[in-house]
């Protein structure tokens, strides 16, 4: 049977609002299945909820905004302390986050 280790430094994140617990080095996938959270995402088309498949990066169903970043893959992202992730809601919209990210870039 597999099991975690429970040993780790814990790190709190944010999640459409609840308060989690995580441990450093956890995925953002990894810490919301553990808090019971498996629909991250809704489709553009038809609003259907979609949560991780295959937890490497080449399935894009488990994406999420993070700290106000849409389309960022839960399964490669680490938790760090305070980050705030939301489910992503349909098609993201860069054209409203490119400046965004513009600034923190420069």
Known sequence: MYSRPTDGEV??????????SA????????ALLAAGHV????????GAGRGPYCMM???FDC??????EP???A???????????ARQRGA?????????AADEAA
């Open 63 to 68: 994406l999420v905004e993070i700290d106000g």
């Open 92 to 100: 993201a919209d860069y054209a409203l986050h490119t400046g965004a």
């Open 39 to 46: 629909v991250f995402r809704d489709t553009p088309v038809s």
């Open 71 to 73: 389309a960022r893959q």
């Open 11 to 20: 790190v709190t994140i944010t999640f459409e609002g609840e308060e989690l």
């Open 75 to 85: 399964c490669m992202t680490e938790v760090r302390e305070g980050m705030r992730v």
């Open 57 to 59: 990066g080449a399935c």
């Open 23 to 30: 441990r450093r080095g956890d995925s953002v996938a990894a």
